[in-house]
């Protein structure tokens, strides 16, 4: 790991107090506005809940970014041509390496962002209004199609651009809509995805890819400081702007990496990202083949996610969130340490 660990944990302090700061603020506004969970059939609260987690997390990944990049703008550090054309870092200034990879992808980064920008929108205007299924799907959709022009691709062993668009494509919408599917418990959809987030952090980080780890750590972080609001006891959702969001994060940190490439082939290039978020995509392809089974629309929502079977057996809803924590850090710590 050759970039300084410490940037890496400002990003994931600077993110949770981001969350913890302005949650409140986002909380008391959607309650003016009317944007809550009501009580309902499926339902366990018993008051109105805001679903403020998704303008939360965001907010906590914007702000560090921004003061970060007013902090390098202000000429914090200096440049080390030499050592960058080198390829490697002896010495080396964090702060140049950070501008430096900021400039070589700057439509990538800026592209992945608006793109995080363009998901809560969908989702909010899901929570707000309720959209049609195919209206959602295709607000997905150009997010994905506009996240995936910008550079943001999946490029293994096929070199065509016809193919990488639609894996990349599909790879988006499949995991933005797996943790849609596991925000069904109070801290269940967050918890995975700080952990998914967590997990890709420490994996680009150990491979030097410092500017995906800091997206990865800024996440966790993020969704570190929403938890307490949400689990065991909620105050605030996530709603389908934040699981929208989480999903899309991790989709996105799955790519980046680039576990293959002409010059770098790891041997578990496929099977890292998927075991990070082995649970989630394995809970949507049950439910999503039960429900088929049944005869009932896939994304018409029931009581048979990994969550609720839990319960059925005779677990606490915190309990349960907790064993599908526990798996997913294995499975992520197994995915580390591959």
Not at 76 to 101: F, I, K, M, N, V
Not at 195 to 204: E, K, P, T
Request: aromatic share 12%; charged share 10%; with cysteine.
């Amino acid at each position: 790991m050759s970039f300084p660990f410490d940037i890496y944990l400002a990003a994931i302090g600077s993110a949770c107090l981001t969350t913890l700061v302005a949650l409140p603020l986002w909380r008391k506004w959607c309650l003016a506005i009317g944007l809550v969970d009501d009580p309902g059939h499926r339902k366990i609260h018993e008051k109105p809940v805001p679903l403020a987690g998704g303008l939360a997390v965001m907010t906590s990944l914007l702000v560090p970014i921004l003061i970060g990049c007013f902090l390098l703008w202000l000429g914090c550090g200096r440049a080390q041509p030499a050592e960058a054309s080198s390829g490697t870092w002896p010495g080396y200034d964090p702060a140049y390496l950070l501008s430096y990879g900021l400039n070589r992808r700057a439509l990538e980064l800026a592209g992945i962002f608006i793109g995080g920008l363009g998901i809560l929108l969908v989702g909010w205007l899901d929570d707000k209004h309720e959209l049609r299924p195919g209206l959602k799907f295709a607000g997905q959709f150009l997010v994905a199609l506009a996240v995936t022009a910008t550079g943001t691709r999946i490029t293994l062993f096929v070199h065509s651009g016809l193919f990488q668009y639609g894996v990349t494509i599909l790879w988006l919408l499949t995991v933005i809509n797996a943790f849609n599917f596991m925000d069904n418990m109070n801290g269940l959809c967050a918890g995975l995805g700080a952990i998914g987030a967590w997990s890709f952090g420490v994996i680009a980080a150990a491979q030097g890819h410092y500017l995906v780890a800091l997206i990865a750590f800024l996440t966790f972080g993020a969704l570190l400081g929403f938890l307490p609001y949400n689990f065991p006891k909620a105050r605030a959702f996530l709603g389908d702007s934040g699981s929208h969001l989480v999903g899309y994060l991790l989709a996105v940190l799955a790519i980046l990496p680039h576990f293959y490439t002409p010059h770098h082939q790891h041997r578990w290039a496929v099977v890292l990202p998927l075991l990070v978020l082995f649970i989630p995509l394995a809970d949507m392809a049950w439910v999503v083949v039960l429900r088929w089974q049944k005869g009932q629309p896939f994304y018409v929502g029931d009581t048979n996610h990994l969550s609720h079977r839990l319960v059925r057996r005779g677990l606490t809803p915190t309990r349960a969130v907790l064993v599908i924590w526990l798996l997913a850090s294995v499975l992520g710590a197994l995915a580390c340490l591959s």
